[in-house]
């Protein structure tokens, strides 16, 4: 039987089938980018890494990028874990996780070390799933992933090996958007939080459900998010987040 890592990286070869298969969902996620690129500073100085890169996709709209996993593939730059990155003091720009923030166990030890590899005006940009009433149950019944509600957070400074896999999908929401830990990130200032609908990906079955509509209704179901996203708490189902250094800190 394959561990919850291995199994990860067997979802990873599954979602790379369906991505070459599914143009609506390429479509999707390229739209989800240009949202990410928005966030990057291009005055920085520094490398730009991606966590958790699965497939590698980002490389689509940030070339320069580096792609890095807990697993060798062709097509990763490099394999890393989050809690111990192999760069230099003050040496990144910035640090993209990509539905990658709700694997975090331990999020302080994470920005702890991310505070460490980047620069004084660098950047942590998180892309992640937002529970709101509409999305809870879509999230809930129709992922393999828990959302941890009410999971207990690890918020030690520290966070030594082993690790195993963890996923909570529901922690960017309690974190960024219900302020139920207020000082968690008090070494740091959040410069973006904003939450919206995406029912055109929830209904576009993602990696492993066949779509509910054709890909011609992408751009209604778009404009449809963008109306539904004035609702957060009811409609949201993703989030974008920025974080950099807070100035004190530094």
């Known amino acids: ?57 980002l490389k689509s709209q940030v070339p320069e990028a580096l792609s890095s996993d807990l697993f060798p593939n062709p097509w990763l730059d490099l394999v890393c874990d989050g809690y111990e990155l192999p760069f230099k003091d003050n040496s990144l720009s910035h640090i993209i996780l990509f539905d990658v923030f709700h694997h975090l166990e331990a999020p302080v030890a994470f920005l702890k070390e991310a505070r460490r590899a980047l ?52 922690n960017a929401t309690r974190l960024f958007f219900r302020n139920q830990f207020p000082d968690w990130h008090r070494d740091w200032r959040v410069t973006h939080a904003e939450a919206m609908a995406a029912f055109s990906y929830l209904f576009s079955g993602g990696f492993s459900k066949p779509a509910m509509y054709p890909a011609f209704a992408y751009p209604l179901l778009k404009g449809v998010d963008k109306l539904l996203s004035v609702a957060p708490r009811l409609f949201a189902a993703r989030c974008l987040v920025t974080m950099e250094v807070a100035p004190t800190s530094v």
Request: aromatic share 10%; net charge neutral.
């Open 1 to 57: 039987m394959a561990t919850p890592l291995e199994q990860h990286n067997l979802e990873i070869q599954d979602n790379l089938r369906s991505w070459e298969g599914k143009p609506l969902l390429r479509r999707i996620y390229s739209d989800f980018y240009t949202r990410i690129v928005a966030r990057i500073d291009r005055s920085l100085d520094g490398r730009i890494l991606e966590i958790g890169s699965g497939i590698g996709n």
């Open 119 to 170: 620069q004084s005006k660098g950047r942590v940009i998180i892309f992640d799933p937002c529970i709101s009433l509409a999305s809870c149950p879509v999230y809930g019944l129709l992922h393999h992933e828990p959302i941890g509600w009410r999971t207990k957070i690890n918020f030690e400074p520290g966070f030594p090996p082993p690790r195993d896999y963890y996923a909570a999908q529901g």
